[in-house]
């Protein structure tokens, strides 16, 4: 299989041929593909296949895995041993059910990434620390895993912003973290 490139003729590699076999366009090929730059070399029986069974697996159906991947390609460069099963396991243990997981793996496919010890963890620590019951931290991430994109601290200032005014409530964190600077401080003072 060939494709026309900016230079020339491009022979299509392993990954991009298994992408256009599982109906692929060649525009989401095309961001999968961006993301690494120069070198499209992903290998298919120890990157590409390994990572989309296992989100299948999870539960995610064929459109919400591709989405997944090409929302966020860097998944195919973390190790499914290391990081993506692990994290995956961290959020069953937290409360959060298979269906949940899924779904904030298909919202947020980013969160399989984050260092469970130097992110994930600390964060949900400070949420149960100031007042988030286990329930509330397993609805928020279910909902809303990007608010864990957040730094630790501006979620911790966030928070305490929220205490103060005696608002924090899961639904009002989600909705506080998501904010941009100026409308947080507009609305929170």
């Known amino acids: 299989v060939v494709r026309r490139g900016s230079s020339g003729r491009d022979a299509v590699t392993p ?8 109906g692929w366009s060649e525009d989401d ?3 999968v593909k961006s993301c690494y730059r120069r070198h499209f070399h992903l290998s298919l029986e120890n990157h590409v296949k390994p990572v989309l069974t296992w989100l299948a697996d999870l539960g995610l159906s064929d459109s919400q ?6 929302g966020f390609p860097r998944l195919f460069t973390y190790c499914l041993e290391n990081t993506l099963k692990p994290n995956e ?3 069953l243990d937290l409360g959060l059910d298979k269906s949940q997981v899924a779904k904030a793996i298909s919202r947020h496919p980013q969160i399989c990434g984050l260092s469970l010890e130097a992110n994930l963890k600390p964060k949900v620590r400070l949420l149960g620390a100031r007042g988030l019951s286990q329930t509330d931290i397993v609805g928020t991430l279910a909902m809303c895993p990007q ?43």
């Open 29 to 31: 090929i095309g961001k």
């Open 89 to 91: 396991q961290w959020l």
């Open 147 to 189: 608010s864990l994109d957040h730094s630790l601290e501006k979620m911790a200032y966030r928070i305490g912003v929220l205490e103060a005014a005696g608002l924090l409530t899961d639904s009002s964190f989600r909705t506080a973290v998501m904010m941009s600077n100026e409308k947080f401080a507009s609305r929170f003072g």
């Open 65 to 70: 895995v591709r989405k997944s991947v090409v």
């Open 15 to 22: 990954a991009e041929a298994y992408f256009e076999s599982l």
